[in-house]
């Protein structure tokens, strides 16, 4: 996903806006797109707390058996 959304912030980075609507328009797509990563990261790490997670709910299943 970090990937798709370099190749976006690269595409918003080259548009060069011709009028103030525009410029407004890539200031909130530029808004989103930093929002989009913030949750990217946070997801990320909860995906990762939830792995750890289930590998010593495993662990101790295993244990027990």
């Given amino acids: 996903i970090f990937t798709y959304l370099q190749g976006i912030q690269e595409?918003?980075?080259n548009i060069?806006?011709?009028t103030i609507t525009?410029?407004?328009r890539l200031a909130l797509a530029k808004?989103?797109?930093k929002e989009a990563r913030r949750?990217?990261?946070k997801m990320q790490?909860?995906?990762q707390i939830?792995?750890?997670r289930l590998n010593i709910l495993e662990?101790?299943?295993n244990e027990g058996a």
Avoid: D, V
Wanted: proline fraction near 4%; glycine fraction near 0%.
């Fill in 11 to 13: 595409i918003i980075t």
């Fill in 16 to 18: 060069k806006p011709k």
């Fill in 22 to 24: 525009e410029e407004r």
């Fill in 31 to 33: 808004q989103h797109l």
């Fill in 39 to 41: 949750s990217a990261r």
């Fill in 45 to 47: 790490n909860e995906l």
């Fill in 50 to 52: 939830l792995e750890e």
């Fill in 59 to 61: 662990e101790n299943r």
